[in-house]
């Protein structure tokens, strides 16, 4: 059975830090990312890695605030977020990739085959 489990997601300040964590099961993992969605918005890639090499991706919006790293043995992705901003305020789903695609299709929701159920993040000014 196919697994993505987030967590890490919570209310906190602008300014203020915190690190999600995403738990994979079941399944060969060739990409993972994060991916974001504000209320009222189309979900949005943040970063993604690959599970092999360790090449990361970031989006343009990213400027340095945010961190994706993993942890092989745990089959386990991570993003820490820094300065965390009000308009950073979503629900952050990792994804995974099983199937090898080169950089211009690890920022595409679509060709994600597996996600999580989300994990909450709000930030107050």
């Known amino acids: 059975q196919v697994q993505l489990v987030e967590s890490g997601g919570r209310l906190l300040q602008a300014g203020g830090s915190l690190r999600l964590s995403c738990a994979a099961s079941g399944l060969s993992l060739s990409t993972m990312g994060w991916f974001r969605q504000a209320p009222g918005q189309e979900r949005e890639s943040v970063a993604s890695i690959s599970w092999s090499s360790g090449t990361t991706i970031y989006a343009d919006f990213v400027k340095g605030r945010f961190t994706i790293s993993k942890d092989s043995a745990k089959h386990t992705v991570y993003m820490q977020i820094n300065s965390l901003k009000p308009e950073d305020t979503a629900v952050y789903y990792c994804?995974?990739?099983?199937?090898?695609?080169?950089?211009?299709?690890?920022?595409?929701?679509?060709?994600?085959?597996?996600w999580g159920q989300g994990t909450k993040v709000t930030v107050s000014s």
């Open positions: 994804a995974a990739q099983s199937v090898y695609y080169t950089n211009s299709y690890r920022t595409t929701a679509k060709f994600y085959d597996h």
